[in-house]
Protein backbone atom coordinates (compact mmCIF):
# COMPACT_ATOMS: atom_id res chain seq x y z
CA UNK A 1 0.00 0.00 0.00
CA UNK A 2 1.77 3.33 -1.00
CA UNK A 3 1.87 6.00 1.62
CA UNK A 4 1.80 9.55 0.97
CA UNK A 5 3.57 11.66 3.71
CA UNK A 6 3.51 15.63 3.51
CA UNK A 7 5.26 18.24 5.51
CA UNK A 8 6.09 21.75 5.51
CA UNK A 9 2.62 23.61 6.26
CA UNK A 10 2.33 25.90 9.49
CA UNK A 11 1.24 29.41 10.28
CA UNK A 12 2.81 32.87 7.84
CA UNK A 13 1.63 35.98 7.31
CA UNK A 14 0.15 37.28 3.76
CA UNK A 15 2.94 37.97 1.94
CA UNK A 16 4.55 35.45 3.04
CA UNK A 17 6.32 31.82 1.63
CA UNK A 18 6.09 28.36 2.38
CA UNK A 19 7.30 24.95 0.94
CA UNK A 20 5.21 21.64 1.38
CA UNK A 21 7.08 18.22 0.84
CA UNK A 22 5.42 15.02 0.03
CA UNK A 23 7.34 11.81 0.31
CA UNK A 24 5.71 8.21 -1.65
CA UNK A 25 6.40 5.10 0.21
CA UNK A 26 7.46 3.91 -3.17
CA UNK A 27 7.04 4.53 -7.20
CA UNK A 28 2.92 4.74 -7.64
CA UNK A 29 2.57 2.95 -10.80
CA UNK A 30 4.84 3.72 -14.67
CA UNK A 31 3.26 6.89 -15.64
CA UNK A 32 2.54 8.21 -12.19
CA UNK A 33 1.29 11.97 -11.72
CA UNK A 34 1.46 14.05 -9.00
CA UNK A 35 0.28 17.25 -7.10
CA UNK A 36 -2.04 18.73 -4.84
CA UNK A 37 -5.40 19.75 -3.89
CA UNK A 38 -6.75 22.11 -1.11
CA UNK A 39 -9.87 22.16 0.97
CA UNK A 40 -10.76 24.88 2.81
CA UNK A 41 -13.60 24.83 5.41
CA UNK A 42 -17.08 25.09 4.39
CA UNK A 43 -15.55 24.97 0.45
CA UNK A 44 -15.33 22.56 -1.91
CA UNK A 45 -12.11 20.78 -2.81
CA UNK A 46 -9.98 22.72 -5.27
CA UNK A 47 -7.17 21.86 -7.51
CA UNK A 48 -3.44 23.39 -6.95
CA UNK A 49 -1.32 21.96 -9.00
CA UNK A 50 0.47 19.04 -10.47
CA UNK A 51 2.94 17.58 -12.49
CA UNK A 52 3.85 14.82 -14.83
CA UNK A 53 6.84 12.16 -14.56
CA UNK A 54 8.60 14.15 -17.45
CA UNK A 55 8.08 17.62 -15.93
CA UNK A 56 5.14 18.88 -17.50
CA UNK A 57 3.19 21.05 -15.13
CA UNK A 58 -0.46 22.45 -14.58
CA UNK A 59 -1.25 25.40 -12.02
CA UNK A 60 -4.99 25.94 -10.72
CA UNK A 61 -6.23 29.14 -11.67
CA UNK A 62 -5.94 30.81 -8.31
CA UNK A 63 -2.53 30.13 -8.04
CA UNK A 64 -0.88 30.81 -10.83
CA UNK A 65 2.34 32.89 -10.78
CA UNK A 66 2.86 32.22 -7.40
CA UNK A 67 3.13 28.50 -6.33
CA UNK A 68 5.27 26.55 -7.89
CA UNK A 69 5.52 22.53 -8.27
CA UNK A 70 8.46 20.14 -8.18
CA UNK A 71 9.62 16.04 -8.14
CA UNK A 72 11.77 14.18 -7.67
CA UNK A 73 11.56 11.11 -9.57
CA UNK A 74 14.28 9.36 -7.65
CA UNK A 75 13.13 9.91 -4.62
CA UNK A 76 9.26 9.77 -5.71
CA UNK A 77 8.91 12.67 -4.06
CA UNK A 78 7.17 16.49 -4.72
CA UNK A 79 7.43 20.19 -3.34
CA UNK A 80 4.80 22.73 -3.75
CA UNK A 81 6.85 26.39 -3.32
CA UNK A 82 3.64 28.89 -1.90
CA UNK A 83 4.82 32.21 -2.58
CA UNK A 84 3.07 35.86 -2.39
CA UNK A 85 0.53 34.01 -0.06
CA UNK A 86 -3.15 35.23 0.84
CA UNK A 87 -5.52 34.45 3.09
CA UNK A 88 -7.61 32.73 1.03
CA UNK A 89 -5.10 30.73 0.55
CA UNK A 90 -5.89 29.00 4.11
CA UNK A 91 -6.95 25.64 3.68
CA UNK A 92 -6.17 21.69 4.61
CA UNK A 93 -3.72 20.61 1.39
CA UNK A 94 -3.56 17.08 0.24
CA UNK A 95 -0.47 15.37 -1.54
CA UNK A 96 -1.46 13.37 -4.05
CA UNK A 97 -0.01 10.84 -6.94
CA UNK A 98 -0.78 7.81 -8.88
CA UNK A 99 -2.61 6.99 -12.55
CA UNK A 100 -1.86 9.75 -15.67
CA UNK A 101 -2.49 13.52 -15.30
CA UNK A 102 -6.31 13.63 -16.43
CA UNK A 103 -7.26 11.28 -13.70
CA UNK A 104 -5.15 13.19 -10.79
CA UNK A 105 -6.60 16.50 -12.33
CA UNK A 106 -10.27 14.97 -11.57
CA UNK A 107 -9.56 14.85 -8.32
CA UNK A 108 -9.20 11.08 -9.03
CA UNK A 109 -5.62 9.97 -8.08
CA UNK A 110 -5.97 6.62 -6.29
CA UNK A 111 -3.06 7.94 -3.43
CA UNK A 112 -3.47 10.52 -0.87
CA UNK A 113 -2.06 12.02 1.85
CA UNK A 114 -3.36 12.89 5.31
CA UNK A 115 -3.04 16.67 4.36
CA UNK A 116 -1.14 19.58 5.97
CA UNK A 117 -2.41 22.53 7.28
CA UNK A 118 -1.52 25.98 5.95
CA UNK A 119 -3.39 28.81 7.47
CA UNK A 120 -2.00 32.38 6.39
CA UNK A 121 -2.76 35.67 8.68
CA UNK A 122 -4.01 39.03 7.09
Known amino acids: QVQLVESGGGLVQAGGSLRLSCAAS????????MGWFRQAPGKEREFVAAITRNGETAYGDSVKGRFTISRDNVKNSVRLQMDSLKPEDTALYYC????????????????WGQGTQVTVSS
Open 96 to 111: VAGGVYSTLRAGKAPY
Open 26 to 33: ERTGPTYA
